[in-house]
């Protein structure tokens, strides 16, 4: 084989590599695929057994982190659902709960009392 030929096999080579990477990125453009997910991906893929070892963990961690931003996200679409539905938060027990005297209700403005019983406020005899 020539030299020429051998060059010819190398720019083929080159050109397929090219190829397969524009490839690769307009699928992870089109998949949305994160850099960090990709990084993971590529250390799993590794003919280095560290590498792969190292690879899964990242892989398991994006997706535990996607999963905990999924459930904050959730939660906080359900507190906004009851908020906007003008739904109150139950009265807590213990030292949190709001408990006060009637006489001492009796005692505030009609917008005060308005705002404790909004807040979740109790009222004892």
């Known amino acids: 084989m020539c030299i020429r030929d051998r060059r010819i096999e190398q720019v083929e080579r080159e050109r397929e590599a090219e190829r397969l990477s524009f490839a690769r990125e307009r699928a992870k453009l089109g998949a949305k695929i994160d850099d960090e997910l990709d990084a993971a991906i590529g250390l799993y893929r590794s003919n280095n057994p560290e590498e792969i070892v190292k690879g899964a963990e990242a892989i398991k961690a994006f997706f535990e982190k996607m999963k905990a ?57």
């Open 69 to 125: 931003a999924h459930e904050a996200d959730k939660e906080a679409a359900i507190k906004e659902a009851l908020a906007q539905a003008g739904a109150q938060p139950r009265p807590r027990a213990g030292k949190d709960q709001k408990v006060m005297a009637g006489a001492d209700f009796e005692k505030l403005a009609p917008k005060e009392r308005a705002e404790y019983m909004a807040s979740g406020g109790t009222i004892t005899d």
